[in-house]
């Protein structure tokens, strides 16, 4: 079986603040994959970042930086210098062998204000 | 049109109505998925297709029916749905399995009466 948590159901942030999302994960397979999507008000899911078990580096895209760690079975998500654009349900996701799908944790509402 | 779109974006129907949702990604893609996502609820994978065959089914009541004539069209075909079947139905593309990314539509809010 596998799982997602995201502890974090709300957060509101100011406008220029950085800001982590947690997503913590549970899987018996070693071979799987972790997704981060973005989910404004209009509905649609916009995929962000994908990452397999096997590459533990960290990822940086412009105010985006992701931080996996096996040790604890984390894969955070850090967006720097928040702007109000960001707000939006942000989703961890985990697709392992055995399961044969993509489990979605419970998503974290982000607020930015102005 | 790009990406994935999905028809109607809004819906509202009565418990005996009969209706379908449409589904269309112009991406090429070889699987395409049914979720869907309640207030308060992690998304929920409804079916999946992949080559147009029904390979995941995760206990959806009957009275939710997929329907795959291609690799490119999706449908969700609705009949005799409750109250609690009230939520943004999402269709979503990918090349090959779970593992890698799933590109979504907007979905189609369904509201039954």
């Known amino acids: 079986a596998q799982k997602v948590t995201q502890a974090q159901t709300e957060i509101s942030v100011v406008e220029k603040e950085d800001v982590t999302l947690d997503c913590v994960y549970e899987t018996r397979d070693t071979t799987y994959y972790l997704f981060w999507y973005k989910q404004p008000p209009s509905g649609e899911l916009v995929f962000l970042i994908r990452r397999n078990s096997f590459d533990e580096q960290n990822e940086i895209s412009g105010r985006y930086s992701w931080n996996f760690q096996k040790s604890t079975s984390s894969f955070n998500f850090t967006i720097t210098a928040s702007q109000v654009v960001d707000s939006a349900v942000y989703f961890c996701?985990?697709?392992?062998?055995?399961?044969?799908?993509?489990?979605f944790g419970s998503g974290t509402q982000l607020t930015v204000l102005p | 049109e790009t990406g994935v779109t999905q028809t109607p974006r809004h819906l509202v129907m009565g418990m005996t109505n009969k209706k379908s949702l449409k589904c269309e990604q112009h991406?090429?893609?070889?699987?395409m998925y049914w979720y869907k996502q309640s207030a308060k609820k992690p998304l929920e994978l409804m079916f999946v297709?992949?080559?147009?065959?029904?390979?995941e089914n995760n206990s959806v009541p009957s009275r939710f029916s997929p329907e795959c004539p291609n690799s490119s069209h999706l449908f969700l075909h609705l009949h005799t749905l409750q109250p609690e079947d009230s939520a943004l139905y999402l269709c979503a593309s990918s090349q090959g399995g779970s593992y890698n990314e799933q590109f979504f539509g907007p979905g189609t809010r369904l509201t039954v009466l």
């Open positions: 996701a985990l697709s392992s062998g055995s399961a044969r799908q993509l489990t």
């Open positions: 297709y992949s080559l147009e065959e029904r390979v």
């Open positions: 991406l090429g893609h070889n699987a």
